[in-house]
Each structure stands twice: as C-alpha cells, then as structure tokens.
C-alpha cells in the first residue's frame, strides 16, 4: 500500500461519518418520518381521550371519556384481570422458560436445534387457530380429553375448563408465553463461559444448584430484560381473552376497548382514555426496562474466547430430552392437529353424533367468494408490509449502527417503541388519525390504512434483526468502497444490501408472517372490503360457526408454517433476536 492510499485508509474511519453526517438533512428527515409514524398516533389518542366531538367535528374538549370509562361496568375487573393474567403467565413461562433455555443451550440432550426450532415455530402459530385446538381437547362440555378422563372410574365431572381464568393462562403458555422466554434466553445461554459452571461443579455442586446459584444470577439482567418484554407483550392480548374470557365475563383492557368501539354508537372518548391510561403504565414499564438494560453489562455473555461445552446429563440426558421434546410437542403439534381434524366436523366437537366427519366445511368456505377476498387481502397486506418493512427498517438500523448520526439514539429509541404499544390500542391510535385526516387523505377503510399498521407493528422486530447482522460487518468493507470514490448511498446499495440480503429476506418474511396472523392491530380499522384472513376466522368464530373458523384457521397455519420454514432455511446462521 503506497503511503498516500495508507493515509487515505487511516482517515477514512473519521472521514466516512463525516461526510455521512453532511448528509444530516436526509437523516433529519428520516427521524421526522419515524417520529410522526409513532408519535402522531399516541399524540392523537391522549388529546383525543379528552375529546368528546365526533372524529371530523366539532372538537369538544371534556373528561367525559374518562368518566365513562372509570365508571364503566366491570372496568376495574378488566384492568385486574389484565395484570393479572400477564403476570401470572409470565412468572410460570420465566421458571419453565429458563429451565428449557438452559437445557437447549448448555446440557448435552440430542436434536437441540430441532428442539429450538419447534419452540421457534410455536411463536409464529396465530394464536386464534391454536385456541381452537386447545377448545377441541378441553371444552368442558365436548373436549375430547376431559370425555377420555371421565370413563376413568372416580371421575365424575371434567377436570379441564377451557373457558376460564387457569384456561387463558395455559393457551398463552402454549402459544407464546414459553416459547418467546425460549428464544430470547437460549442465545445467552448458549454464550455463557462455561468455566463459570466447571469451578461450581470442581466444588462439588450438581447442575441444577449449578443453575440456580451460578447461572441464574449471572443471567439475571437478561433474565428481567425478558421478563419485562414478556409482561408488555401479555398486556396486548386479545383475541384469547374475546373467545375464552367474554363468554364466561372475564374481560381485560383489550376487550373493553374493543367493546367501547364496536358499542352502537361508537364510544370513542371512552375507549381513548382507557387505551391512555394503559399506555402509561406501558411506558412506565419501557423507561424501567432500558433503565435497567443501560446500566448493566453483560460482559459474561459474550461468545469470545471461552469454553462452552455442553453439561453432560448422564443417566438423565434422554429422559429430559423426551420431557423437552412432550413440551414442544404439546405446544405445536398437539393443538395443530385437532385443528385439522376439527375442519372435517359436522358439528364442532361433537365426536359421539352419527357420521361425525365431513367435505362440507372445506366444500363451503372454497367456494365463498368472501374467501378469495380475504385471501388477497391478506397477500396484499402481508407482501406490502414486508417491502415496506424491508427499506425502513435496513435504513434505520444502517443510520443506527453504521453512522455517526448526532440523533442516532433518539432514533433508536423511537424505532423500538411500538414493541411497547399493544396492538389493540395502535390500532385504535391508528383509527383516530385516519378519521382526523379523511377529508385530506382518505385512507381509512382502504388496505393502505392495514399496510401502515403493520408496518409501524413489525418496526421494532425487523430493525432489531437488521442491527445484530450489521453489527458483525466489518467497518472494512465501507472503508474500501468510500476509498475507490463511491458515495456512502452506493456502498449502501452495491456493497451493503448484497450481503445483507439473506438477512433482508428473513426480515420479509417475519413481517409477512406477522401480518397474516396479526388481529389486535387491524380488527379496528378493517371493513367489510378490507377483512384479511385472521379476521375472517374471527367472524366466524364469534358468530359460532367454528367448522368454518377451523377451516381458515388451517389456511392461516399453513401458510404461516410455510414462511417460517423458509425463513428458517433462508436465514441460515443467522440469529433472530426477540
């Protein structure tokens, strides 16, 4: 290398940010893009919780949704329950879900990929399908174990009640709950030195007092980190508690809300507050989080230099394999199946009847022409989503990690906050925008309204993916195309984008596959013209035709599993962090 082209390569790490940040107008403009994408709705939906006026009238500004909705019948149940469940759940999927991690990433029990994997796989299964599944094996009137259980002599009643508070707790724990404690602990896991359990054990500790007063500790920041994440997202849920808690009038904040919208007429004020007050609590919950996540470090979860070999189980190793495989078995396979089987029902669950099975259900949605169009719908929405996901997010985490940009960490911040907001309540920040700005853009009741809402949905995921791979690039690479003259867009776009590819294709079909099974976020601003497949099967089974519901609950699974095998298998070793 001559002397001149040496000094050239030595000032290009101060050169390059320079004359990115030359460019800070573009950036600017992207941070204002990102910031009225999130901000403008949440605004919105606090002003609007003291407006009274109708959306596009008069503006009336009052604490009447307020009053209405702190002396709305059962609201304090509502918001007890919420909490309720989501830390009910949380603390059992925390005890399981570090005892799965640690056995997938530290002990020596075989087919530990295909292991993660089905846990993996069980994250992406809509959770409406899967609740159908569980109804079919636990209704306590019809489901086809608690009838096995009661021919058992001495058991006279059925022991499982799908329809309740212990029933809500136990389908999140088979569709989400354990499965993303699973995926956000393994990696970590999987990077801890594993001298530090070898001088416990040299001491004469087993491996689980190895885990409990060595590795728990020290995975504790990680650990809260989870658990936080996992508490915030319990809170969106909603469409679990609609079919299993309404009947029986067990409510939650989600399904107030969803009652308060869809009251005839409309009660928006009421809703507004409601969707507010939680949304504080939420962020109170997100400042507490990267609080703690900031003042931690988590130098023994580096992956460097270190042994990592596994525990070894002895006489126990395939007798907790067989334990974790019944698990994730329970979780994916079990629930899938009598899905399946419950689209050939005459009538659903009922197995004693006379020619219980039948064509007719699948017979009847093929043919129903509001089919066809909920399925365009949903490709739509699920390929829009992805391209659109796919530029915003590789630019922003580009921005985030690559550049000096002075407002870099606002914008990551402002990226990572949807994760926070549940989709019940975006959806419902949405809806208020949409109706304000009608008359000047009339978005509302078109796909553009769905594809904004999930984009915003899937931004913290998609960037959070892109910023890992990015991460492991070398600064190398941008050093020698700025040196041959190009611009830093054109090493973006020739350089960049080639190699992250696999990993943009992966960030596609994420978005896609949260799009096909997303409910809470679009059931408010959907119309008849616009209802995608999740909300179809929705209708279906609130209007009690659950053979239906099964049979495009099976349309939905199958096309969710198809992605997440590609996606699995396009990305490669690529690690997808929650």
């Known amino acids: 290398m001559t002397g001149e082209s040496a000094d050239q390569a030595t000032a290009l790490p101060r050169a390059y940010p320079t004359r990115l940040d030359g460019r800070s107008l573009l950036l600017t403009l992207l941070l204002a893009l990102i910031a009225f994408l999130v901000l403008t709705p949440l605004v919105l939906l606090l002003l609007n919780s003291f407006q009274i006026g109708k959306p596009g009238g008069e503006v009336i ?17 509502a918001v007890y329950n919420s909490f309720s469940l989501a830390v009910t759940r949380q603390l059992i999927a925390t005890v399981v879900g570090i005892f799965l991690a640690w056995l997938l990433a530290r002990t020596d029990i075989p087919m530990k990929d295909g292991l993660e994997f089905m846990f993996w796989l069980s994250f992406f299964l809509p959770a409406l399908p899967v609740t159908l599944g569980w109804i079919l094996l636990l209704d306590p009137k019809y489901g086809l174990l608690n009838q096995a259980i009661t021919q058992l002599p001495f058991i006279q009643s059925p022991p499982f009640d799908i329809y309740s508070y212990w029933g809500i707790v136990w389908v999140h724990l088979a569709t989400t709950g354990l499965s993303i404690k699973v995926m956000l602990l393994t990696p970590a896991f999987r990077n801890l030195d594993a001298s530090l359990e070898e001088g416990s054990r040299v001491a004469g500790a087993g491996a689980i007092r190895t885990l409990l007063r060595i590795v728990v500790p020290i995975m504790m920041p990680v650990i809260l980190v989870a658990t936080i994440l996992g508490l915030i997202r319990s809170l969106e849920a909603f469409e679990i508690e609609l079919i299993l808690g309404v009947p029986i009038g067990l409510h939650v904040f989600s399904t107030k809300i969803h009652s ?14 409601l969707g507010t007050f939680v949304l504080m609590i939420l962020l109170l919950l997100v400042a507490l989080q990267r609080l703690y996540l900031g003042r931690r470090s988590f130098t023994t979860v580096t992956g460097k230099g270190f042994s990592t070999r596994p525990i070894a189980l002895g006489r126990w190793k395939y007798p907790v394999f067989v334990a974790v495989l019944v698990t994730a078995l ?16 005459k009538l659903f669950g009922f197995f004693t009847i006379k020619d219980p099975f039948t064509l007719n259900n699948w017979a009847g949605v093929l043919s129903d022409p509001i089919l066809l169009r909920s399925l365009k719908n949903t490709l739509v929405l699920g390929f829009s989503a992805a391209g659109i996901g796919i530029v915003l997010s590789s630019v922003v985490a580009y921005v985030i ?67 890992s791979f990015l991460m492991q690039l070398s600064d190398e690479l941008e050093e020698a195309s700025m040196v041959a003259g190009a611009s830093w867009f054109t090493t973006y776009r020739r350089i960049l984008v080639p190699l992250l590819l696999p990993c943009l294709i992966v960030v596609g079909l994420l978005e896609f596959i949260s799009a096909a099974r997303n409910i809470s976020t679009v059931v408010l601003l959907a119309t008849g013209q616009t209802r995608t497949l999740s909300l179809l099967m929705l209708d279906y089974t609130a209007g009690a035709e659950l053979e239906r519901a099964t049979v495009v609950a099976t349309i939905i699974v199958a096309i969710v599993i198809i992605a997440a095998l590609t996606a699995r298998s396009l990305g490669g070793q690529l690690r997808i962090r929650g």
């Open 61 to 77: 500004y009052s604490l009447e949704g307020w009053r209405q909705a702190v002396s709305s019948v059962g609201i304090v149940d």
């Open 330 to 345: 329970t979780i994916t396979v079990v629930p899938t199946v009598f899905l399946f089987l419950g689209t050939f029902m």
């Open 260 to 273: 308060f919208v869809t009251h005839e007429p409309p009660q928006f004020p009421a809703a507004t507050a």
């Open 401 to 467: 990690v690559k550049s000096r940009y002075k407002a870099r960490a606002v914008l990551d911040f402002l990226s990572w906050l949807p994760w926070s907001i549940p989709g019940i309540l975006l959806g419902m920040a949405l809806l208020w925008t949409f109706l304000l700005i009608h008359k000047v853009v009339p978005i509302y009741g078109t796909m553009g309204a769905l594809v904004m809402a999930m984009a915003i949905s899937g931004l913290p995921v998609c960037i959070q993916v892109i910023k």
